[in-house]
């Protein structure tokens, strides 16, 4: 006898009931003997199943029967029926996930199985952003290479093949962690800053490495002393962004941030994303850096004019 053959049977039941002996034998390619010994089985071990005879008869299952509660309390069915949906948006459970799920809602009695939603996308996000990640995710169960274009944060396009390994989502942005081939090391990879155009998963598969602690010292950590104040208008993504220890409310309501940390080219252009709600106080060449940046944006919006090469390309143009 076999208990996935009776888990089934009450499954089958649970949907309708009553069911004839013939419909169950034919369902699960057994007798309908079998059928019979497998009812008798439920029955002694307390499920309420029976068969009748003639019509309207068959095998019966007591009306709003659940699972047994010293089984699974009603906790323990709603953390499995979350875990269960949660493995499905991610696509890692495959399409089974969708069918388990429900013949658990069933048999918990619970109608709202799907009560959690996780879109990995930004809000707008186009296809081509689905289908990537979705490429990405598969490459890494798979382990099939990935090859695509990267930018780095001046804009700097190389072109990369990679392991993956994981996909981490880290201060409202989502990172592929990879073994980079032409690296030959780690590395963390924006998904925004990848060219989802070029993006493919190799035929190939990769032998998985062991997958090193994140180094979380990031942009933030390390020798330099960096000073900012930032208008009062801030204060939401100061808090989100800086350790509450760092940061120290001045008078006028502006907010001040002391750091010690490694002015890289990500630096920069991290502090360049506040605009002018930032004032660099220390040290004096990022101050200056950042002048010069301001300036130069000053000059490409110095003219109401578009450049000649957008006029060119318009209706009145073309006639």
């Not at 200056?288 to 004019?305: C, I």
Request: aromatic share 10%; glycine share 6%; charged share 30%.
């Amino acid at each position: 006898m076999q208990p996935q053959r009776l888990f089934e049977i009450v499954y089958l039941l649970m949907e309708r009931s009553p069911r004839p002996a013939g419909e169950l034998a034919a369902r699960l390619e057994v007798s309908e003997r079998t059928v019979r010994r497998d009812v008798d089985a439920l029955s002694a071990a307390g499920v309420p199943v029976y068969m009748t005879r003639g019509k309207g008869g068959g095998v019966h299952l007591m009306d709003g029967y659940v699972l047994d509660r010293s089984v699974l309390s009603e906790r323990e069915q709603d953390d499995i029926m979350a875990a269960l949906s949660a493995l499905n948006r991610t696509g890692a459970a495959g399409v089974a996930s969708d069918e388990t799920a429900a013949r658990l809602g069933r048999l918990f009695q619970r109608e709202n199985v799907n009560w959690l939603d996780m879109d990995f996308s930004f809000w707008g996000a186009p296809p081509n952003y689905r289908a990537a990640f979705d490429t990405i995710r598969d490459a890494a169960i798979g382990r099939h290479p990935l090859s695509f274009a990267y930018f780095d944060a001046a804009g700097n396009r190389t072109e990369r093949t990679v392991e993956p390994a994981q996909l981490m989502f880290k201060e409202s942005s989502w990172y592929l962690r990879a073994w980079c081939r032409e690296r030959n090391a780690w590395r963390l990879f924006k998904l925004f800053r990848i060219d989802w155009e070029t993006l493919r998963a190799l035929p190939e598969t990769f032998q998985a490495r062991e997958l090193p602690a994140l180094d979380e010292g990031g942009h933030m950590t390390g020798a330099d002393r960096l000073v900012m104040r930032f208008a009062a208008q801030a204060e939401a993504r100061v808090r989100e962004e800086f350790a509450p220890e760092t940061i120290t409310r001045e008078a006028d309501g502006s907010w001040r941030v002391t750091l010690a940390c490694d002015i890289t080219e990500r630096t920069r252009y991290y502090l360049l994303s506040f605009g002018p709600l930032l004032e660099v106080l220390e040290p004096p060449d990022i101050r200056a850096w950042l002048r010069e940046q301001a300036a130069a944006v000053a000059r490409t919006y110095a003219s109401d004019d578009l450049p000649s090469s957008s006029a060119s390309s318009s209706p009145a143009a073309d006639r």
